[in-house]
């Protein structure tokens, strides 16, 4: 039998996830996904006031921070069935596109991008070849040969320097990479000037939310952000005109910059189309509400069956018992005592780590922290893929008008590209899930600006209102708050017992699609996306990082660790 190939850990994501694949003349022929922290919050929020969960489950990530506190909030509004203004229905709004967009340029520049550019090779590029490429694919402005020649020199100094930064340890000269230096240089360069531009995203973000990461300005019932576009302390005109530069500023770069760069490199590697393909059910849920009830969204969720999009099937509202009722979470190959499926509103969070034998996971038995999700669907459950592809497939088959005017003209600009005809059963792919978060974030891009002049044009109405405070019932109340987060459908569920927090679940799209196998054998996202993949050298499996990468991955943040013995190793007091 094969040896394992063991990637541990997966570099350039958020926390801690082991891969282990077995090869078979040149290919994956099975794989293993185990996320290698425990998070825990659930268990801290229990016996918490409802108010506060937001401030504790934002603090799952460092990356994935504005998600949670959203997807938090609206759980506990949904339990008490508690309608928002229409103002914070926009700030939020805002908040949540800045976010993604930010989120997207990062994952593709600077985690993922590295998987198909080889660094090195661009030291070869004719700046002035360069400049011509890139300006027969875009008319951005910071594509002249100078700005590329500028680069090189740098990378230049890198490299003699010996001390390459955040491009050392690449698998530079590997085989699987194709793409020709002038390219290479290009998206150095690109890479460069994301830095920039995803700091624009932030700064409205922090704005908006009154610091970044981790925001301040939430509340169960609205938001904090006092509104008055007279007073100098408040969200007032000379503010929102700032955010509005900043989100059009970040606009530009996506739709010159970023969408072009994942269609020219998506083009020297057409193969790819094929590989990794993997779970073909998807799950999107809506987002961007227009109403106070969440009854009306300017994205759209549903879920697909089997990659047909003629099995399309939405989901409506805050409300909708189609998600709200058919999510389970299974533990039988997770580290939590027991063997069961249960709504997480049933759940228990009880940790059980066991060992893995000879240095391996144990394939047989529990092998990961991550639980695995499933969705039921004509009286099964099954896996089902989220993210960016989902929500872009569902957006297509059910005719949204900004995901069929993008989707269709990346498309063509693609076959032109590749000389081939590229239809969009190719986004089932590798390669396909970085094109359809390109296409989300220009569609998050357009859609940013709407929230802005919606909210200004009700500001100018003298509507001033932010928020609809709680008021807690005896008794118990149940809340399912979801949001379509960078990386695809989140949601928490809220069990609240006389105003106190009697059970609380977080299910995050990582595990959704970074879950293990379940009781039925049935593989997570990941692990049946890097089946059939090839692998040139199992010493570089670079093959392995470019699917795993493609989902963006976000294993939450631990937020303490025990040993095997359950004996804790670090305490950190916060001042």
């Known amino acids: 039998m094969a040896k394992r190939v063991v990637v541990d850990p997966i570099t350039r994501i958020e926390g801690h996830l082991r891969i282990e694949v077995l090869p078979e003349n040149g290919y994956i022929k099975d794989a293993y996904s185990s996320a290698q922290m425990w998070r825990g919050i659930e268990v801290i929020l229990q016996g918490r006031n409802p108010n506060d969960a937001w401030f504790f489950t934002q603090r799952i990530c460092g990356v994935c921070t504005t998600v949670h506190a959203i997807a938090s909030v609206r759980s506990v509004e949904n339990a008490l069935q508690l309608e928002i203004p229409y103002n914070a229905q926009m700030i939020r709004n805002i908040i949540i596109a800045a976010h993604a967009l930010h989120d997207h340029i990062v994952h593709f520049y600077h985690l993922s991008a590295l998987d198909w550019v080889d660094v090195v090779s661009a030291l070869k590029a004719d700046p002035q070849k360069t400049a011509r490429l890139a ?16 680069v090189q020199e740098k990378l230049k100094k890198f490299v003699e320097s010996g001390q390459l930064g955040p491009f050392a340890n690449g698998y530079w000269g590997h085989p699987a990479m194709k793409l020709p230096p002038e390219v290479n240089l290009l998206a150095v360069t690109h890479y460069l000037q994301a830095l920039d531009y995803q700091r ?27 509104v008055n576009p007279d007073n100098i302390a408040t969200l007032n005109m000379e503010r929102l005109y700032y955010i509005k530069q900043l989100l059009e500023e970040v606009r530009e770069f996506v739709h010159k910059v970023y969408l072009p760069d994942v269609l020219a490199i998506a083009s020297f590697y057409p193969e790819w189309l094929e590989y990794g393909k993997g779970i073909d059910n998807y799950l999107a849920v809506p987002d961007l509400p227009q109403d106070t009830k969440g009854e009306s969204f300017d994205l759209p969720g549903g879920t697909i069956l089997k990659g047909d999009l003629s099995t399309v099937k939405p989901i409506k ?19 939590y005592k027991g063997n069961w499926m249960k709504h997480p509103w049933e759940e228990e969070t009880v940790p059980y780590y066991t060992d893995m034998p000879g240095g391996y996971l144990d394939t047989d038995g529990k092998y990961s922290w991550s639980k695995a999700p499933r969705f039921k669907v004509n009286g099964k459950y099954v896996p089902t893929q989220v993210g960016p592809l989902a929500q872009v497939l569902i957006g297509y088959a059910l005719g949204h008008k900004l995901t069929r005017k993008y989707v269709d ?12 005809s590229v239809g969009v059963s190719a986004l089932q792919s590798t390669p396909g899930r970085h094109l359809a978060r390109a296409i989300r974030a220009q569609i998050l891009s357009d859609l940013a600006i709407k929230q802005w002049e919606q909210l200004v044009d009700n500001i100018g109405k003298g509507d001033l209102e932010i928020c609809n405070h709680p008021t807690y019932p005896k008794g118990e109340i149940r809340g399912c708050g979801f949001h379509e987060a960078p990386r695809g459908a989140l949601s928490h569920r809220c069990v609240i017992e ?29 692990e049946a996306s890097l089946i059939g993949n090839p692998i040139a050298d199992p010493e570089r499996p670079l093959e392995v990082l470019r699917t795993v990468h493609s989902f963006d991955p976000c294993i939450a943040c631990a937020v303490h660790m025990v040993d095997p013995e359950g004996k804790e190793i670090v305490k950190v007091k916060a001042l």
Not at 207 to 218: A, S
Not at 317 to 335: G, H, K, L, Q, T
Not at 409 to 420: C, D, G, M, V, Y
């Open 200 to 226: 624009k995203a932030d700064m409205a973000i922090a704005i908006v939310g009154g610091k970044n990461p981790h925001i301040q300005n939430l509340a169960v019932g609205g938001v904090g952000t006092a």
């Open 409 to 420: 003209k990346a498309l063509s600009e693609l076959s032109s590209l590749a000389r081939t």
């Open 317 to 335: 509202s805050f409300n909708d018992p189609y998600f709200i009722e058919n999510v389970r979470e299974d533990i039988s190959r997770a580290w």
């Open 135 to 150: 300006q027969s694919i875009s008319d951005w402005k910071l594509n002249g040969a100078s700005v590329f020649k500028a």
């Open 498 to 526: 006389n105003g106190k927090i009697k059970n609380y679940q977080c299910v995050v799209p990582s595990t959704w699609n970074a879950g293990p196998r379940d009781s039925k054998g049935q593989r997570g996202p990941y």
